[in-house]
């Protein structure tokens, strides 16, 4: 009889729709947290070399914002070898990830990077955006009838424990207020019917302005 066959798990960096201090903040925050975890002993490319290009990234982008002659394009420059570092990076946690099926998903968590999700297991019905506020969060999800709304917020949804929730009522849209700027949080939702509790599968991310 055939194993049932395991969906692999993919990393999702969205390095296209992030402005260059948040690629920058991802870019250490991975380093951050593959730091001595178990799970990556040999990466690749090597911490070291990540760290060496998220500094010359971060030197570009300060002298680009005075405008001086070339600076931008020097720094789009730089960029672009660290963006690859990180596709490289992101494709060494896979490979680990996936080596262990049963626990992929917390393994690419434990790494700071988001877990794509499958367009059938994640409808775009919970939404997470930047409010108008720094330091806010506006959560929303799809109206129901006669439905309550719970939403849950983590720094590390690698650690089951750690999920508190913050709002728990009959409104469908939240704003979450007092957040650090420069962390990243997850969060994720469930809602409860008529019909009882329903999960959303989607952890959503941002990290606070």
Known sequence: ?????MNKKSVALFLSK???PQIIADANLY????SGNADFPNPVPSLSTIQTQIAQVQTAYTVA??????????MYSVLKVLEVSLKQLASYVETVANADPDLAESIILSAGM???KAAVRAPKIFSVKQGIVPEEVILNNKALKR?????QITTDPSKPDSWEIIYSGLRVKYIHKGLTPGVRYY????????DGALDNPAILSLITS
């Open 31 to 34: 380093v951050d947290q593959m």
């Open 65 to 74: 914002q005075t405008r001086q002659k070339g600076a931008v394009s020097a």
């Open 187 to 194: 969060f994720k939702t469930t809602v409860i019917s008529k």
């Open 18 to 20: 992030k402005s260059v």
């Open 114 to 116: 988001t877990v794509k």
């Open 147 to 151: 439905a309550a709304y719970i939403y």
């Open 1 to 5: 009889m055939s194993k049932p066959k």
